[in-house]
């Protein structure tokens, strides 16, 4: 099995939320993946993070920025679950449109280096309307545990 590799995640994970490709990310987007790692930040927090992870004051956060995310997040509050997994949602959801495509699945868990094939099992599996695609309520219970 091969070692965890937290700047390469973080490298994949800032590629995939960097949707323009512009190659930075501005507040609200550091705002959604601090909700994915469970940080639920208020507006305070979040303007003196973000400040803290751009060094060149340019408004916005590269990827050499970007490593540093959580650096000192243990003073900051989690997040509920449901917020959490929404952002996560949202993060894969390039389009906004409220569902996850098969493209949109299979670009961000390429990215993070997942194989087609476990990608198109994991599709089949959270599809529970067979429609193609996977909106928000599907993509919850596929990920929220079970309670039994």
Avoid: C
């Amino acid at each position: 099995m091969a070692n965890f590799d937290k700047n390469d995640f973080l490298r994949r994970t800032f590629a995939t939320a960097d949707k323009s490709k512009s190659g930075s990310i501005g507040k609200e987007t550091v705002r959604k993946l601090l909700l994915v790692s469970g940080y639920d930040l208020t507006d305070v927090q979040l303007e003196r993070k973000f400040k803290s992870l751009d060094k060149n004051l340019d408004g916005s956060v590269d990827v050499e920025e970007f490593l540093r995310i959580y650096e000192n997040m243990q003073d900051y509050y989690p997040a509920t679950e449901y917020d959490s997994l929404r952002a996560y949602f949202d993060l894969i959801d390039a389009d906004g449109d409220g569902f996850i495509t098969v493209d949109e699945f299979t670009h961000y868990f390429t990215i993070m280096g997942d194989s087609f094939a476990s990608i198109r099992d994991t599709i089949d599996k959270i599809d529970s309307f067979k429609d193609g695609r996977i909106n928000i309520f599907e993509f919850i219970q596929h990920l929220k545990p079970d309670d039994n």
